[in-house]
């Protein structure tokens, strides 16, 4: 079962260590789970993208509720964080500038406020994860020669790229809505370049990474608005309540 990687990169170091505790096992995993369906990889992929995912839930839920809490405390200080920020418009002066900064980071330590949190442990979880699965199928040739659906999983496929970057795209517009209005603002740019990426790294990969890809940012969507049920905002709340009476 193991043979497949063979022509997987190794090596000594970093690359033997990562071939053998990570892509192997990925390699184990795939081969294993599509016995369970007779044999179809992309199934398989599917299966343990979901368990993945599954497995992220808490940890992603919980970064939910961080940003919904710093989402809160943002609206709080919004007004006087307005001021100040007029002030640094208004003025030339350097001096008065580096008071006024100096002055914006005393409100956030105040409040517990860091508008440039992002949350990257998952993001970081993640990586090796996705490098397991691209090694796992590069170097496979059973998975790399089976089709699943139209496409073969071993060969870049234009139509399911362009699903994969659609599908971050929405995904990253659902999970905006628990970001703070400032930081939202910061992280436009990455509503764009995400899924720039994702398309550009699925036109030369393996058309089962795309699927990877795909199935989780389904996941990832349906995972939001689980949040925004669990988690609502202040504003959410009083909405519902509105509707209720």
Known sequence: MLSAC???PQGNGSNGFFHHYIVEPFAALIHGTAVLFNGSYGLAIILITLVIRLILMPLMLKQYKKQQIMKEKMQIIKPEMEKIQK?????????????LQAEMMGLYKTHGVNPLSMGCLPIIIQMPILMGFYYAIRGSKEI??????????GHSDLILTAIAGVVYYLQFRVSQHSLPEEQQKQMRIMGL???IMIVMVSLNAPAALPLYWTVGGIFLILQSMLGKKLYPSNADANTKLKSEK
Do not use: G, M, V, Y
């Not at 790399?144 to 999983?153: C, I, Q, R």
């Open 144 to 153: 790399a020669a089976h089709t699943f659906l139209w496409f073969n999983l």
């Open 193 to 195: 370049i995400s899924p």
């Open 87 to 99: 002030k640094l418009k208004a003025t030339k002066d350097q001096k008065e500038q580096q008071k």
């Open 6 to 8: 063979s022509s997987s």
